[in-house]
């Protein structure tokens, strides 16, 4: 008789997974009709969803009905880490598509601009974030978290955009083609890029110790992708992608694309760095090795629809709003909101100005790189899974993400009201309807 090699593991329970799939259907759900709902009253779909994961959270359902609360979403860490990896597989692919908007030649054309845009559109926020971490009390920052890393971590959270959010936001309000649009994609992808460096950085210190060691590895793992990512990279996923793509076989090259985009992040995440930075990179080198738009549309689709409404309603899942009834608390909040509008704004308006655009434009400009929406969204997540920041940070970092994200239409849509149009821009124009996508 062959022996088997180990002992066998018993499959899920039949309760556990009748809760994961109530978990998946009822977070969906709620997540693509409070999307809706905020679509069509002119703020992007993330605030619904996240607006969805609230509702169903401690905040509200929990309060109003502990017991159906407590059977749905139970404090189980087995039961909470199969919706977490659902979200995780969601948030990745999301991430590595956000990093196919990157487009080498916005910088190029524009990188003397764009460079003073994104310089102080990033430094500023940082500062001030920075700033505040080292002043703010606990349990705003957790007792066990050293204060350089909060700090650190906070000034990381509030200098970054979310281009998948400016990009929504630019194509809904039309003014994607336009030059202030154009800046503000390519500044704010350049300010992502340097937030996920960041944002890696922060995790090592986390959870390696902030000595100068763990500093001077993490600055080497980061090199070391942005090299790969950069040279070898770009070249093999030139061969591979391009090759699946020219056989016109659909699925094996979103097959491969989701490959590449895994393997990325599991590299990073073996350096001890951020799996999603990886996963950024990854979509940099697919978008320059050549890949457009309409070779991801099936996978975006997907990602878009399901997966990442998903992964939204979870983390509004860990938003308390009870822990801000406190005053300190929520005056805390108020603070970390008015230094991420203020500091962004200030930034942004300064590097424009700086760069030799008008008044109006660099209002433009503030505006549209204030909207933090999905990356600070997953930071925000990705400090709380690593113990970096509590519930009352979190709370404080998805507060802005929302604050943010419904501010930037209506100030965008009257900034760029009074800006003429481009002989330029109309041309552009005419390229972009190309990839509008009604949802």
Same mark, same amino acid.
């Given at each position: 008789m062959t022996e088997l090699a180990?002992?066998?593991?018993?499959?899920?329970?039949?309760?556990?997974?009748?809760?994961?799939?109530? !978990?998946?259907?009822?977070?969906?759900?709620?997540? /693509?009709?409070? @999307?809706? =709902?905020? #679509?069509?009253? #002119?703020?992007?779909?993330?605030?619904?969803?996240?607006?969805?994961?609230?509702?169903?959270g401690p905040s509200v359902f929990g309060k109003v009905l502990p017991s159906v609360s407590g059977w749905l979403f139970p404090a189980i860490p087995e039961q909470q880490h199969l919706i977490d990896a659902v979200g995780q597989v969601g948030v990745i692919l999301l991430v590595g598509i956000a990093g196919? !908007?990157?487009?080498?030649? !916005?910088?190029?054309?524009?990188?003397?601009?764009?460079?003073?845009?994104?310089?102080? #559109?990033?430094?500023?926020?940082?500062?001030?974030?920075?700033?505040?971490?080292?002043?703010?009390?606990?349990?705003? /920052?957790?007792?066990?978290?050293?204060?350089?890393?909060? +700090?650190?971590?906070? @000034? $990381?959270?509030?200098?970054?955009?979310? %281009?998948? &959010? =400016?990009? *929504?936001?630019?194509?809904?309000?039309? %003014?994607?083609?336009? *030059?202030?649009?154009q800046f503000i994609l390519a500044a704010g992808m350049f300010d992502d890029a340097v937030g996920w460096c960041l944002v890696s950085l922060v995790s090592a210190l986390a959870l390696h110790g902030s000595g100068p060691e763990?500093?001077?590895?993490? &600055?080497?793992?980061?090199?070391?992708?942005? &090299?790969?990512?950069?040279?070898?990279?770009?070249?093999? $996923? /030139?061969?591979?992608?391009?090759? &699946?793509?020219?056989?016109?076989?659909? $699925? /094996?090259?979103? +097959?491969? %694309?989701?490959?590449? =985009?895994?393997?990325?992040?599991?590299?990073?995440?073996?350096?001890?760095l951020e799996a999603i930075f990886g996963a950024f990179l990854c979509g940099m080198m697919l978008v320059s090795g050549g890949l457009r738009p309409h070779h991801i549309a099936p996978l975006n689709t997907v990602v878009m629809s399901v997966l990442a409404p998903i992964f939204f309603a979870t983390a509004g899942l860990r938003m308390d709003l009870s822990v801000l009834v406190t005053g300190p608390l929520l005056l805390i909040t108020a603070a970390v909101v008015v230094t991420a509008v203020v500091g962004k704004f200030a930034g942004a308006f300064l590097g424009g100005m700086l760069g030799g655009l008008s008044r109006r434009e660099s209002f433009a400009l503030g505006a549209g790189m204030n909207a933090r929406g999905v990356i600070e969204v997953i930071i925000a997540m990705i400090g709380l899974r690593m113990g970096i920041i509590g519930v009352e940070a979190y709370t404080a970092l998805i507060t802005v993400a929302v604050v943010t994200s419904m501010m930037a239409p209506p100030l965008l849509r009257w900034a760029m009201s009074g800006i003429p149009e481009e002989d330029e821009e109309e041309e552009r124009a005419q390229r972009y309807a190309a990839y509008e996508v009604k949802t």
């Amino acid at each position: 008789m062959t022996e088997l090699a180990g002992p066998v593991i018993a499959p899920i329970g039949a309760d556990a997974l009748l809760v994961f799939l109530v !978990q998946l259907a009822v977070l969906l759900a709620a997540a /693509r009709a409070l @999307g809706s =709902i905020a #679509g069509k009253l #002119g703020m992007p779909s993330v605030v619904g969803e996240l607006l969805a994961g609230v509702i169903l959270g401690p905040s509200v359902f929990g309060k109003v009905l502990p017991s159906v609360s407590g059977w749905l979403f139970p404090a189980i860490p087995e039961q909470q880490h199969l919706i977490d990896a659902v979200g995780q597989v969601g948030v990745i692919l999301l991430v590595g598509i956000a990093g196919m !908007q990157l487009d080498p030649e !916005q910088f190029r054309r524009r990188l003397g601009a764009t460079m003073m845009i994104s310089f102080f #559109g990033l430094v500023i926020p940082l500062g001030l974030g920075i700033a505040l971490g080292f002043v703010a009390p606990i349990p705003m /920052r957790p007792a066990d978290t050293p204060i350089f890393v909060f +700090a650190l971590f906070l @000034g $990381t959270a509030l200098c970054v955009s979310a %281009i998948p &959010v =400016i990009a *929504k936001t630019l194509l809904e309000l039309g %003014i994607a083609h336009r *030059k202030v649009g154009q800046f503000i994609l390519a500044a704010g992808m350049f300010d992502d890029a340097v937030g996920w460096c960041l944002v890696s950085l922060v995790s090592a210190l986390a959870l390696h110790g902030s000595g100068p060691e763990t500093l001077v590895i993490a &600055v080497v793992g980061i090199g070391v992708l942005v &090299v790969l990512a950069l040279l070898p990279g770009r070249i093999l $996923t /030139r061969k591979l992608v391009l090759g &699946v793509a020219e056989s016109g076989n659909t $699925t /094996r090259l979103l +097959a491969l %694309i989701v490959v590449l =985009i895994f393997g990325s992040a599991a590299l990073s995440h073996s350096l001890g760095l951020e799996a999603i930075f990886g996963a950024f990179l990854c979509g940099m080198m697919l978008v320059s090795g050549g890949l457009r738009p309409h070779h991801i549309a099936p996978l975006n689709t997907v990602v878009m629809s399901v997966l990442a409404p998903i992964f939204f309603a979870t983390a509004g899942l860990r938003m308390d709003l009870s822990v801000l009834v406190t005053g300190p608390l929520l005056l805390i909040t108020a603070a970390v909101v008015v230094t991420a509008v203020v500091g962004k704004f200030a930034g942004a308006f300064l590097g424009g100005m700086l760069g030799g655009l008008s008044r109006r434009e660099s209002f433009a400009l503030g505006a549209g790189m204030n909207a933090r929406g999905v990356i600070e969204v997953i930071i925000a997540m990705i400090g709380l899974r690593m113990g970096i920041i509590g519930v009352e940070a979190y709370t404080a970092l998805i507060t802005v993400a929302v604050v943010t994200s419904m501010m930037a239409p209506p100030l965008l849509r009257w900034a760029m009201s009074g800006i003429p149009e481009e002989d330029e821009e109309e041309e552009r124009a005419q390229r972009y309807a190309a990839y509008e996508v009604k949802t």
